[in-house]
């Protein structure tokens, strides 16, 4: 039995609590890298090197965001952080 009182329990839904994803990585995320991409193929004239390079930091995002959805918010703190153990 739960010793929760009646009424003060809801279920949540996972979608409630993750990020805003567009191409499976967050949102502001994917934004950036299509402003950079689309910056260097069309105002740098060079579409051969922008749409490659949209690509591969488009895979490494949704490879980030798979494993942790929060990864945008997570990562500079954790490289603020001194090393420890140098492992």
């Given amino acids: 039995m739960r010793d929760e ?3 003060y329990c809801i ?3 996972t979608s409630l609590t993750r990020p805003l994803l567009l ?5 502001t995320f994917a934004i ?3 402003t950079v991409a689309a910056a260097i193929a069309f105002g ?9 390079l949209w690509l591969v930091i488009q895979s490494a ?6 494993r942790d959805a929060w990864f945008l918010e997570t990562w500079p703190r954790a490289m603020a ?7």
């Fill in 5 to 7: 009182l009646e009424g």
């Fill in 81 to 87: 952080k001194p090393a420890f153990f140098n492992v």
């Fill in 32 to 34: 950036l890298n299509a």
């Fill in 11 to 13: 279920p949540l839904r």
């Fill in 23 to 27: 191409g499976g990585v967050p949102r």
């Fill in 44 to 52: 740098l004239q060079q579409p051969l090197i922008g749409l490659p």
């Fill in 61 to 66: 995002g949704a490879y980030a965001s798979a």
